[in-house]
């Protein structure tokens, strides 16, 4: 066998409409469009969200709010997954490239280290981001807390 004599499954394939081939087709005349009209001519396409005059949904909901533009998204890592970490790697130094190795962030993701939890160990960790709380916990522990 080769990909010379590869072919579909039986029926899994069909052939296409062939359209304005002739009124003998069955689909000669008009070909299958109905007749006259904007939806007949070739070139018609219709603005998603038309309804055909009426109000459309995404004008008739009523919009609030505000969305800043300038938002920064962090990753939150509590201390007890720093703790858990430790445990598991033994590693006292914990960047961005460790918490993306052990899956907890995405390589894109900015992280910001949240203080639920206890530190018992020395930890050095390198985040974007510290609550106030964590920055506490890691220091009182031994550690130090870098900021990207």
């Known amino acids: 066998m ?3 004599n590869l072919s ?3 029926g899994s394939t069909r052939n296409n409409k062939r359209l304005g081939r002739g009124t003998g087709s069955g689909r000669g005349g008009t070909s299958t469009r ?3 009209g904007q939806k007949s001519r070739s070139g018609y396409s219709k603005k ?3 309804e055909g005059g009426q109000m459309p949904l995404q004008r008739r909901v009523p919009k609030f709010g505000f969305k800043n ?3 920064v998204e962090y990753k939150g890592i509590n201390l007890d997954a720093l703790t858990s970490l430790n445990e598991k790697s033994s590693t006292s130094t914990m960047d961005v490239a460790y918490f993306v190795s052990a899956g907890l962030v995405s390589k894109n993701a ?4 949240l203080g639920r939890g ?3 160990t020395a930890l050095e960790v390198h985040a974007h981001a510290f609550s106030k709380s964590a920055v506490e916990a890691i220091e009182k522990a031994g550690g130090k807390a870098v900021t990207l």
């Open 48 to 50: 998603s969200g038309f």
């Open 2 to 4: 080769n990909l010379s």
């Open 118 to 120: 206890e530190v018992t």
């Open 8 to 10: 579909p499954a039986e």
């Open 110 to 113: 900015k992280i910001k280290i």
């Open 69 to 71: 533009i300038n938002r």
């Open 34 to 36: 109905g007749h006259k």
